[in-house]
């Protein structure tokens, strides 16, 4: 039978969700807890990987076990009790038997946080940019992202992908004061993309390249002529969206 689990975690200790030999991984944990739990070998699959000290609000995976789970409250309460501090489990439910937590996905949902003053209360969480950023800029260049397809300018170099093209849905900076945060959706993310756009974006903040720039580097197609990639600890993978229908109990 197969299980849908809703969860979230702070990557600050993790080596990403994937797991790793020799290194402590997010998916490591979960399969741990999912085995002392339900006393039988089970290896859970994620909605795709996050990079090592991204955090997830709202991350999904799903799990085979052979024996039917009743009482999902308490389950979860017992994992939640095997599970660090930093990883817990939310919902679980029974789905069809060809439910994937990765493929079936139709939106994924990342935020990035950035303050513009020294704020002890965000380390960890927020990426400080010292001077000040055209958010209005920024927000031009962001806008530029929906009339493209390819973003292989923005995506890790050395990777192994059938394609570069991604969907975006939504590109949008808020504002609040001195914290700026960044949502951006997608129907799927190349590694490393939405740190490296976000960093591109800086730069148009920062007035080192303009919003026309921002554009030639998309079409560019070159990872080289984007800018840096932002800090990891300031990126939260916030929801994964699937079909109603895949997700019925």
């Not at 260049?141 to 939504?170: G, M, P, Q, R």
């Amino acid at each position: 039978m197969r299980y849908y689990l809703q969860l979230s975690y702070l990557g600050t200790h993790y080596h990403g969700w994937q797991k790793q030999l020799d290194k402590v991984s997010v998916q490591s944990q979960i399969n741990h807890a999912l085995q002392t739990a339900l006393q039988e070998s089970v290896d859970v699959v994620g909605a795709g990987r996050t990079d090592t000290g991204v955090h997830a609000s709202g991350y999904v995976a799903h799990f085979d076990c052979h024996q039917r789970i009743t009482d999902y409250k308490k389950c979860i309460f017992k994992l939640n009790s095997i599970l660090p501090p930093d990883i817990a489990v939310h919902d679980l439910k029974k789905v069809a038997d060809d439910f994937h937590a990765r493929f079936d996905a139709t939106s994924r949902t990342y935020e990035y946080s950035i303050v513009q003053f020294k704020d002890p209360f965000s380390l960890g969480r927020s990426y400080f940019v010292k001077n000040e950023l055209d958010v209005e800029a920024m927000q031009k260049a962001s806008n530029l992202l929906f009339n493209h397809k390819n973003f292989k300018s923005f995506s890790k170099v050395k990777t192994d992908v059938y394609t570069f093209d991604c969907e975006i849905k939504k590109a949008i900076w808020h504002q609040n004061e001195h914290h700026l945060l960044f949502e951006i959706s997608a129907n799927r993310f190349l590694r490393n993309m939405v740190r490296a756009i976000v960093g591109t974006l800086v730069e148009v903040g920062l007035h080192k390249i303009s919003v026309e720039a921002f554009n030639e580097i998309i079409i560019a197609q070159e990872r080289s002529k984007a800018g840096k990639s932002v800090p990891a600890h300031a990126l939260v993978l916030k929801k994964i969206e699937y079909p109603e229908q895949g997700l019925g109990n």
